[in-house]
């Protein structure tokens, strides 16, 4: 198998600061809209097509990327890891519950890396989540407590399946979100002006970083 380099460190923190500044900037810092649950689309999104720019300019590959998945998430809200019973959902609850990208019952994530549509390591991707930042706030407003400690602004876990048992953490893709949050993105008149944004904010951060 190829040797694919991924994004580490620095630059992880780099692109999550230039993202959360980027949607701050286009969306005036309105607490309101961070606090729907699509949120997560324009986060995603943009996310993808920035990780995306920056591993090809680094590694001189444009036919590897990072995608986008939509469906649902659960996040354990307590501080017990064996108690799953208590958690914040995006999406459905259950099987027959699906998730509905028009009542906005769906979350949207990022995998990596990927090639010629398929995951280049299926059983050890990439996820990212540049929303975790949010869980807390959204498992108050859902009437739970939240008792555990708050996870980091960004999630970038090298391996999903250290989703679980690291973070308390379950997705579920659902390729029918996918494909209407990505028809919504590209409809989205500033999703290129947001994407030149965050690119030279992230520029700007990693060279005072490297400095």
């Given at each position: ?18 993202i959360h ?10 607490e309101s ?5 699509s949120s997560c689309l ?10 995306t ?6 590694n001189?590959d444009?036919?590897i ?5 939509g ?6 809200s307590?501080?017990?890891?064996n108690?799953t ?16 990208f028009?009542?906005?019952?769906f ?7 990927c090639?010629?549509?398929q995951l280049?390591?299926?059983n ?8 975790s ?7 108050l ?5 939240w ?14 399946c250290d ?10 893709a659902d ?6 949050s ?5 409809q ?6 947001m ?6 904010t ?10």
């Amino acid at each position: 198998m190829e040797n694919h380099q991924k994004l580490l460190g620095i630059r992880r923190d780099a692109i999550a600061n230039a993202i959360h500044h980027t949607i701050d900037t286009f969306f005036n810092s309105d607490e309101s809209f961070r606090r729907k649950n699509s949120s997560c689309l324009y986060y995603a999104h943009l996310g993808s097509e920035v990780c995306t720019r920056i591993y090809s300019e680094i590694n001189r590959d444009q036919s590897i990327y990072y995608s986008v998945q939509g469906g649902s998430i659960s996040i354990r809200s307590t501080s017990d890891t064996n108690d799953t019973s208590q958690g914040v959902n995006f999406g459905g609850k259950g099987e027959s519950d699906k998730p509905s990208f028009e009542e906005g019952r769906f979350h949207c994530w990022i995998v990596g890396l990927c090639k010629n549509g398929q995951l280049i390591t299926p059983n050890a991707n990439e996820f990212i989540d540049f929303t975790s930042k949010y869980y807390h706030c959204h498992a108050l407003n859902q009437g739970h407590e939240w008792t555990r400690r708050d996870i980091d602004d960004y999630l970038w876990v090298d391996n999903q399946c250290d989703l679980r048992s690291k973070y308390g953490i379950s997705v579920k893709a659902d390729e029918e979100i996918r494909k209407k949050s990505q028809q919504k993105w590209e409809q989205f008149d500033s999703s290129q002006a947001m994407l030149e944004c965050a690119v030279r904010t992230y520029l700007s951060l990693y060279s005072k970083r490297m400095g």
